[in-house]
């Protein structure tokens, strides 16, 4: 991913384009501009995906990294850190399966 081209700078463009959109009173390019914003949208999604995976693979290295030598408390520390990038990767994951799912079925 380049750099700075992360899920915020996807999310606004979004808004940008879908605000953009709604002062459109032409059909044909308020639907263009709309297709060009759900296409930001979806940039958004496997940019918020990707950087869970990041996260949730950083934890994992640290938690492997200290398992020998950690305290009990300090490894209930990493492993808490290791369930919550889960999560949250699962929840991203899920996202980005749903919008997909969407978007084929809108474009049959």
């Keep these: 991913m380049a750099p700075g081209y992360n899920s915020e700078f996807w999310r606004i463009r979004a808004e940008e384009a879908r605000a953009l959109a ?6 044909d390019a308020k639907d263009a501009m709309q297709k060009v914003a759900e296409g930001y949208e979806r940039n958004r999604l496997r940019c918020a995906h990707g950087e869970a995976d990041l996260a949730f693979n950083e934890s994992h290295k640290k938690l492997n ?7 009990p408390e300090k490894l209930a520390v990493l492993w808490a850190s290791v369930d919550d990038r889960w999560a949250t990767l699962q929840r991203a994951r899920q996202e980005l399966e749903t919008h997909i799912q969407a978007f084929h079925k809108l474009n049959k």
Aim: no cysteine; hydrophobic share 30%; net charge negative.
């Design 22 to 27: 709604d002062q459109m009173k032409e059909s």
């Design 65 to 71: 990294d200290n398992i020998v030598s950690a305290s």
